[in-house]
Nanobody, 116 residues
């Protein structure tokens, strides 16, 4: 079982930057990849970026250039650096861990609000 906890969300002004953190605990050795997603009420949860255990990354096309995903040396944490934030980036941001057993775990999410 994997447990995820997001942190770093909050209120930021338009054009500002924010870094989100996702701490994984439990059976972290089973994690094959970690990713960041976001969701606005009434809309589908959407992919921002994903990073594998080996460091390979993929981004949603609309997220490239402003958002950067990274991981720590032990592969038990993931980060999302967000730059040039816009009001439309306001959402709940979720961390997800994929496992080698084709089962994924979600964090509870952290609110990011970008003021104009």
């Amino acid at each position: 079982q994997v447990y995820l906890m997001e942190s770093g969300g909050g209120l930021v002004q338009s054009g500002g930057s924010l870094r989100l953190s996702c701490a994984a605990s439990g059976s972290t050795a089973s994690i094959s990849a970690m990713g960041w997603y976001r969701q606005v009420p009434g809309k589908q949860r959407e992919l921002i970026a994903r990073i594998t255990r080996s460091g390979s990354t993929n981004y949603a096309d609309s997220m490239k250039g402003r958002f950067t995903i990274s991981r720590d040396n032990a592969n038990n944490a993931a980060y999302l650096q967000m730059n040039s934030l816009k009001p439309e980036d306001t959402a709940v941001y979720y961390c997800k861990a994929d496992t080698y057993r084709a089962y994924s775990y979600w964090g509870q999410g952290t609110q990011v609000t970008v003021s104009s």
